[in-house]
């Protein structure tokens, strides 16, 4: 089992080094990009619910989940998104593939620990700004990774805890090109900031059953305000345009003063209901701080607000039946949801928010209770009124949970 998850390491390590710019959403400009982490293949197939922990599956949003780990668990999943991008007079599509998370929790008494990768946010756009006296294009890349850390407690049977440490890396570039009428050479900025710094996530999670045979959920995650740095540094040239592209010279760099950003605060809670391996329906709730700007280019557009943010999910599952022996589709675990979120940016007087609908489909595999997990959510993000784009998009995730039983005493030496 460890050497498969090597190799699965290894393939996904690759495919994610040459697939880092995974958006072309001109809203990742804000910001430190759009968010590309919603949860696990399992919960965004659920609307993005993280209330429901199991002892099979990760929770990679609530840290208490790692206490109900009953078995060594290595999960890794992605995507592909396919983007169709319009104005009131244009459109174009586009798409994008892209490494979600990767990692492993590992249960030890009444202990839980996990620990992986999360390629949290991205930047990618293109944006063209033509007018009368010259055009200018601006284009970004990067996006901002978190390597986290958890661990968890099960105080009771029913009530556990745990707190995650995620230090966050990455690097985001902003890049700038002008020409003016009656002017022979172009210009070009260009503006990096290198991220790097901590925070931490305290998650709560109660599991109780209730006379009926149902089990009542309810989970709690806060996520305080926490400063990381950006060291920045700028480069300004002058540009020949030719066949080929772009040919800058006199080329000057500058380092820009280091500063501090602050991640704004989150606080989710949820509730759900449902039957032990027949069903699930459950609800959540979030509310965060404004995104921070750490752009120091002029925005693309007159009227930009940084204001709080919120979201809304709904979902669940169903399973015909678990433990079936003769229907293989019976133990298929079958999932669907539903979510709101108003990002908190405001452009041009228009609030940019983001709805989605979602499905998917866990499929038992082996004998070990791992399972591959299929997602499609179809989504819409932005508006075309004042002048944006409004995003339509549909993505198809993949994951897997793979099971495996470490700590095993030994009955003969």
Same mark, same amino acid.
């Given at each position: ?152 407690? @099960? ?70 305000? @926490? ?187």
């Amino acid at each position: 089992m460890i050497k498969r998850f090597i190799v699965i390491v290894a393939l996904f390590s690759a495919f994610w080094a040459k697939a880092q710019e995974n958006t072309t959403s001109p809203y990742s400009y804000y910001g430190v990009g759009l968010t590309n982490f919603k949860g696990t293949v399992e919960n965004r197939a659920m609307g993005g619910l993280s209330t429901f922990s199991d002892s099979i599956h990760m929770n990679l949003t609530n840290p208490a989940g790692y206490a109900r780990l009953a078995r060594t668990v290595y999960t890794v999943g992605g995507s592909a998104e396919s983007t169709k991008q319009e104005t009131l007079n244009e459109e174009d599509r586009t798409k994008n593939v892209s490494l979600d998370y990767l990692g492993l929790g590992v249960p030890v008494g009444r202990f839980g620990f996990g620990l992986g990768l999360i390629p949290y946010s991205s930047v990618g756009y293109r944006i063209f700004d033509i007018d009368e006296d010259g055009a200018s294009r601006l284009r970004g890349r990067g996006g901002m990774n978190k390597v986290f850390l958890s661990a968890a407690y @099960a105080i009771t049977r029913d009530l556990s805890v745990g707190v995650n440490a995620d230090y966050n890396f990455g690097n985001i570039q902003h890049r700038r090109t002008v020409l003016r009428d009656g002017i022979q050479y172009g210009t070009r900025d260009i503006d990096r900031s290198d991220i790097s710094g901590f925070n931490f996530n305290f998650g709560i999670d109660y599991q109780t059953k209730l006379n009926s045979g149902l089990k009542l959920h309810a989970s709690a995650v806060y996520t305080p305000e @926490a400063d990381i740095t950006t060291d920045s540094y700028r480069e300004i040239s002058s540009v020949l345009f030719t066949a080929s592209g772009e040919s800058p010279f006199n080329i000057k760099s500058f380092d820009v003063e280091s500063q501090d950003i602050t991640l704004p605060s989150k606080a989710t809670l949820g509730l759900g209901i449902g039957r032990p391996n027949k069903w699930f329906v459950g609800g959540e709730y979030s509310a965060f701080g404004s995104i921070p700007e750490i752009s120091v280019f002029s925005t693309p557009v007159n009227d930009v607000e940084y204001n709080d943010g919120k979201a809304y999910r709904l979902g669940g599952y169903f399973v015909p039946e678990y433990s079936s022996l003769t229907s293989y589709l019976n133990r298929v675990v079958y999932r669907l949801g539903g979510r709101f979120e108003e990002t908190g940016l405001q452009l041009n007087g228009e609030s940019i928010d983001e709805f989605g609908i979602s499905f998917g489909l866990g499929l038992p595999i082996g004998g070990d209770f791992s399972n591959l997990n299929l997602g499609l959510e179809y989504g819409q993000r932005g508006t075309t009124s004042s002048g944006l784009i409004q995003e339509n998009f549909f993505k198809l995730s993949i994951g897997l949970s793979l099971n495996d039983q470490w700590f095993v005493k030994r009955k003969f030496n």
